[in-house]
């Protein structure tokens, strides 16, 4: 009784102590401090240095390119910055002299989970998505902003397993990010990943985590080479990405035909089974219908990818490897 009391007080001491309307202030990279605000308000005095180097001669300070009233002068400096407005601060030689430095304060309220520059992409999804082709390590994770912060720009992207670094890069246009990781293929995969993302809207800072094993994230890529010379049987290849030889990495494919005009998710099917075949024999007595076909890892009976489909109508057909619906 008495420990687990102990710990409970200790716990409220803690509490307490990181409840004062203090903010943490933190230097998240070059250039950039963090103001760690509960609830995003307030007003909070920052400390700016234009730079060791400018000690002893004149530096004159503009907060986004505009001059301050009344002037603000000197190599050491303190800012008001009141509510959620951050700024860009630069020093320079004179008023109108020379750049020197700038340091960019951005906000980041400390309030329960409450997130909005990222739209969830479902209530069980999470903000952020993550999807690899096969096990040799890479993977794509994507983001979508929410349609009032179209602009909001990602800052910082750091991915981790057990304190390896994973490098990542941008996608071009900011709403993902490719991770190239090392490959887990001969052992039990022990360490999870995890990927931080912080992005920016103004002066607002979000910072954005999960957490995931690649055995998770894993989903083969579209089925390749659809295709049947007599409608009866339909064949197909495994995903040039994906990990070989097959043998060790078996995928098991969902074959189902559906009436025509229906698409692959349709709830009504003439046929519904599961292969490890690349090929599949239908026999159905219509002359009009649509074969799906979709994959999933074997043994992890993980997601599956797009419907691969050819849509039958008596003497035509037309395959395609994307529907564009998704599984
Ligand atoms: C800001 O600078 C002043 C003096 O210039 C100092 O007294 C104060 O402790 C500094 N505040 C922080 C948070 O470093
Ligand atoms: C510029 O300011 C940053 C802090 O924002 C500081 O770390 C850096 O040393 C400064 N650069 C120079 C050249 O003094
Ligand atoms: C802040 O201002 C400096 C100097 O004008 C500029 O080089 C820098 O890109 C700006 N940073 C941001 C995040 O706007
Ligand atoms: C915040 O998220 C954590 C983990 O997802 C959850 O355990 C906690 O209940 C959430 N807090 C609030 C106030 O929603
Ligand atoms: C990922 O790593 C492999 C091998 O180390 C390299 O060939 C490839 O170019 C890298 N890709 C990216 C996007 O960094
Ligand atoms: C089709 O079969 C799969 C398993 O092979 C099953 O999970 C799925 O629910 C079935 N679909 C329908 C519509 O019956």
């Not at 990181?18 to 202030?25: E, F, L, R, V, Y």
């Not at 007003?43 to 730079?51: D, I």
């Not at 074997?298 to 489909?309: K, V, Y």
Request: proline residues 6%; aromatic residues 10%; hydrophobic residues 30%.
């Amino acid at each position: 009784m008495r420990p687990l009391f102990l710990l409970f007080l200790g716990a409220a001491l803690c509490y307490a102590n990181t409840d004062s309307n203090q903010p943490k202030i933190e230097s998240l990279m070059d250039n950039v401090l963090v103001l760690k605000v509960p609830y995003g308000r307030g007003r909070v005095y920052v400390n700016l240095t234009c730079g060791e180097a400018y000690q002893n001669q004149p530096v004159f300070w503009k907060e986004n390119g505009v001059e301050l009233k009344p002037a603000l002068q000197g190599n050491h400096v303190k800012v008001l910055v009141v509510e959620l407005r951050g700024g860009n601060y630069s020093c320079h030689q004179s008023p109108d002299g020379r750049y020197l430095n700038h340091t960019t304060i951005l906000v980041q309220p400390e309030r329960d989970n409450r997130s909005i520059i990222l739209q969830e992409t479902s209530p069980e999804g999470g903000h952020i998505h993550c999807s690899a082709p096969n096990y040799k390590g890479s993977f794509h994770c994507t983001w979508t902003r929410s349609t009032d912060r179209p602009m909001a720009a990602v800052l910082l992207v750091t991915a981790e397993r057990h304190l390896e670094k994973i490098p990542c890069v941008l996608d071009a246009d900011g709403s993902g990010v490719h991770c190239n990781g090392t490959s887990c293929h001969n052992n039990e995969e022990q360490h999870s990943i995890s990927l931080t993302v912080y992005i920016r809207s103004y002066s607002l800072l979000e910072k954005y985590t999960k957490s995931f094993f690649l055995r998770d994230i894993v989903r083969p890529a579209n089925l390749p080479n659809l295709r049947t010379s007599d409608m009866k049987v339909f064949s197909w290849d495994y995903p040039e990405t994906w990990d070989k030889p097959c043998t060790f990495f078996p995928l098991q494919f969902q074959v189902k035909v559906v009436p025509r005009g229906h698409d692959c998710n349709s709830m009504e099917h003439l046929m519904n089974t599961t292969t490890l075949q690349t090929q599949h024999e239908i026999s159905v007595k219509i002359k009009k219908f649509v074969f799906c076909v979709k994959a999933q890892d074997m043994f992890t009976n993980g997601p599956f990818n797009q419907w691969s489909s050819c849509t039958v109508n008596k003497h035509e057909v037309k395959c395609s490897s994307d529907t564009g619906l998704q599984p």
